[in-house]
Nanobody
Framework: QVQLVEAGGGMVQAGGSLRLSCAAS????????MRWYRQAPGKQRDWVAI???????NYADSVKGRFTISRDNAKNTVYLQMNSLKPEDTGAYYC?????????WGQGTQVTVSS
């Protein structure tokens, strides 16, 4: 089973920036896709960004142009750089590793953006 550990969440003012990290227990180049999701209290968990083991990326419309997903294969780590943060970005952010036979999640890291 792939273990995922998120870090980097915190409290920030609107317009500020944070960088989240997701450290995996095995080589990320063997994982077909890695994704970031977020979930506000009482709401569904929404997809925000994806990166494949071939380097392709995509983003939800709500974060496009502000967030950047990247990976460091040597560190087995995926990052989410979040700029121009808005109060509606507030939520628990989760890292997801998905393959043909598995779908694993980290424990989450809290991001709170004040207005």
């Amino acid at each position: 089973q792939v273990q995922l550990v998120e870090a980097g969440g915190g409290m920030v003012q609107a317009g500020g920036s944070l960088r989240l990290s997701c450290a995996a227990s095995e080589s990320i180049f063997s994982i077909p896709v890695m994704r970031w999701y977020r979930q506000a209290p009482g709401k569904q968990r929404d997809w925000v960004a994806i990166i494949t083991n071939r380097g392709s990326t995509n983003y939800a419309d709500s974060v496009k142009g502000r967030f950047t997903i990247s990976r460091d294969n040597a560190k087995n780590t995926v990052y989410l750089q979040m700029n121009s943060l808005k109060p509606e970005d507030t939520g628990a952010y989760y890292c997801n590793a998905k393959g043909g036979t598995y779908d694993y999640w980290g424990q989450g890291t809290q991001v709170t953006v004040s207005s």
